[in-house]
């Protein structure tokens, strides 16, 4: 299951594309036309993209609050989910949601989630209706280092262990759970060890700033869980070049570890790789960019001429 | 105990059988079952076991492992994963074997299934039941004890029913398996064993409504549950003393339907709300706020309320007793109002 030539473009396109939204959101936030908090997912696109080409359409997708990358990779409109980002009713929650709660059921995308590990014993559920179904779909649920630590973590593996549930588990550690560096939060630095606690197969630190390692240990990861065989973890290394969240003043790290780490940037490295390869030209590429940015401008602009949700639309959808 | 109202409006054969709280909710969870196979039950000790109380038995032999899931003792995980099963097509009954164990769970209630529908605007659904036993008086110390439902009632998005009769249990169990909503649906453990008249077949009653148990034009006597028998008891004693008091059982916390109890109040000018709850931020704060805003023309008295004393319940039995409502605390009440 190799990406075709076309895919391999495409993805570099999707990485650009989530990156400059996510650069745009930032200004928007700073404008005061983005309220609420806002978390970049600037660093970690190979992740969201990589899973886009690993999972087939009618699997399933979840994830926590930095829900942006993973929104616009699973193919909702991006003008859509600028609008859920300025409060409008043309959002993808009818701007009830805001940036941390986009979702699409049509694309088995269920949900940004905000509460760190809740959306965890969701996942195990999702598997659970598809296995109670025979159906074969599979469940990603993608979480931050810092879910680990939380007993939904925890109480959601155990469960999936015992009924096999198909989750695969993927843990984007962007190495701080907000500002806490991974070892001074959890017990064990290698927390893909946390999967082995409950007998689950799991994948060790793999490179999350390389698209083509993180596609094929989802393709791998997949195909034993679509095989009836129980969940598996993947452990993604991965870094934000953002804070937690705007307005993160950043005195846990240096500037250094920073720029280092934009030095391993996972779309510089595929151009790289695309170029090297011979699999495109400089030119490709540079299209790529400039409909990036274009599909930018035209969702801020859907956005800000879509209308704010009616008044009435307070107190709709409390209850079916 | 007069029969309740809804009991008449059955749509069933017209049968009635005698039958315990505890067989009226496990004819509800069968009938449910063998009607869709998309409900299934999940939670601690449903299986094997049959469960805690005992409403299970029978089942996990008849519908198999697949459909009667024993899970570990994981209360988020219980409620969580049931939440995203009702999200991608199921109808589970989730079993929490306390309200008190569901503090455990109060974050997969409240921020998963009771905002899952409006907060991405519609698009999932959340057909969920979690059932759950509450109350106390059975000396389980205080971590076993309480009935903190009205919590559980703070949140929109939910539906809160605590059914005081075996047809109540029966016919608002039923409703709330077939709703698209996510319900907490609470049993008095002390109930289990009572009897009553219960409608045979498919009898359902609509959520949300409150039902008048016992008519009366003395005074208004308001609860649920549990709290309902204690009510009709002290009815019974304020009858011999010629004192006329209706009771209304309110079966929903949430949402709270408030008009049987104001038409009440509108001929009896006299309240008393009775709950196992603590009086503070309770039910009976709850329906004292709404027949002034309401009905303050028709006030003829304060309101009172009885209810749990303010304190973690111990264990000793007498101790424990003096804690919890009773029929004479609230003739006591009644009369300080008349």
């Known amino acids: 299951m190799a990406l075709t030539k076309e895919q391999m473009l495409e993805a570099y396109g999707l990485m650009m594309r989530i990156r400059r939204f996510e650069e745009k959101c930032a200004e928007l936030y700073a404008a005061g036309d983005i309220g609420g908090f806002l978390h970049l997912y600037i660093g970690e696109e190979a992740v969201a993209t990589a899973a886009k080409y690993a999972l087939r359409e009618d699997d399933n997708i979840i994830t926590a609050y930095r829900d942006h990358g993973v929104a616009l990779s699973r193919g909702l409109p991006m003008n859509e989910v600028m609008a859920e980002m300025l409060g409008k009713s043309t959002g993808t929650s009818k701007g009830k949601g805001g940036s941390m709660h986009l979702a699409d059921i049509n694309r088995h995308f269920w949900g940004g989630w905000a509460i760190v590990g809740g959306h965890l014993p969701l996942a195990a559920g999702i598997a659970l209706a598809d296995q109670y179904q025979d159906r074969d779909s599979v469940t990603m649920a993608l979480m931050g280092d810092g879910a680990t630590n939380i007993g939904y973590f925890h109480e959601a593996l155990n469960l999936a262990a015992v009924w096999k549930l198909p989750v695969i588990w993927v843990v984007e550690n962007n190495q701080y759970g907000m500002g806490t560096a991974v070892t001074r939060a959890s017990a064990v630095g290698d927390l893909a060890k946390k999967a082995e606690a409950y007998g689950m197969p799991c994948c060790v630190q793999v490179d999350g700033m390389d698209l083509l390692a993180m596609y094929e240990t989802f393709v791998e990861g997949i195909e034993y869980v679509r095989s009836g065989e129980g969940s598996f973890l993947v452990e993604a290394m991965t870094y934000r070049y953002r804070g937690h969240s705007m307005g993160d003043p950043e005195r846990y790290r240096p500037v250094h570890e920073v720029e280092a780490k934009k030095a391993d940037d996972p779309i510089a490295r595929w151009a790289a790789h695309l170029l090297e390869q011979g699999l495109a030209e400089k030119a490709d590429l540079e299209k790529l960019d400039e409909a990036a940015d274009q599909a930018v401008l035209d969702a801020v602009e859907f956005a800000r001429n879509s209308p704010f949700p009616e008044p009435e639309e307070l107190y709709t959808n409390v209850y079916v | ?338």
């Open chain 2, 1 to 338: 105990m007069s029969m309740s109202s809804a009991v008449e409006a059955d749509a069933t054969t017209g049968e009635s059988e005698m039958k315990t709280f505890r067989e009226a909710i496990s004819e509800a969870l069968w009938e449910e079952m063998e009607r869709d196979e998309k409900i299934f039950i999940m939670g601690e000790e449903v299986g094997v076991w049959g469960g805690t109380y005992a409403v299970t038995r029978g089942f996990y032999d008849h519908f198999g492992e697949k459909r009667v899931r024993d899970t570990p003792i994981s209360e988020m995980a219980i409620v969580g994963a049931a939440t995203g099963a009702a999200m991608n097509g199921l109808r589970p009954i989730a079993e929490i074997m306390t309200i008190n164990f569901a503090f455990l769970a109060l974050d997969a209630i409240v921020n998963a299934a009771a905002k899952a529908h409006y907060m991405f605007g519609g698009q999932f659904t959340v057909p969920l039941v979690i059932r759950t036993t509450t109350g106390g008086g059975r000396q389980l110390g205080a971590t076993h004890s309480h009935a903190p439902e009205p919590i559980f009632a703070h949140f929109p998005g939910l539906y809160v029913i605590a059914p005081s009769t075996p047809a109540d249990a029966k016919g608002l169990l039923k409703a709330a398996i077939r709703n698209d909503n996510p319900v907490l649906f609470v049993e008095h453990s002390t109930l289990y064993q009572t009897r009553g008249e219960v409608p045979v077949g498919d009898y359902v009653i609509p959520l949300g409504k409150s039902d008048v148990k016992r008519v009366g034009s003395d005074v208004t006597i308001v609860s649920y549950a549990k709290m309902v028998d204690i009510s009709l008891q002290a009815a019974d004693k304020l009858a011999k003393e010629g004192i006329s008091a209706e009771v209304v059982d309110l079966r929903s916390l949430r949402p709270l339907d408030t008009g049987p109890v104001l038409e009440s109040f509108k001929k009896t000018n006299r309240c008393v709300v009775v709950e196992e709850n603590w009086a503070l931020y309770g039910v009976g704060a709850e329906v004292a706020a709404r027949i002034q805003e309401e009905a303050f023309d028709w006030m003829d008295a304060p309101i009172k309320r009885v209810s749990q004393a303010d304190v973690p319940l111990p264990y000793s039995r007498d101790l424990e007793q003096s804690a919890l409502p009773n029929p004479d605390k609230v003739v006591m009440a009644v009369k300080e109002i008349l």
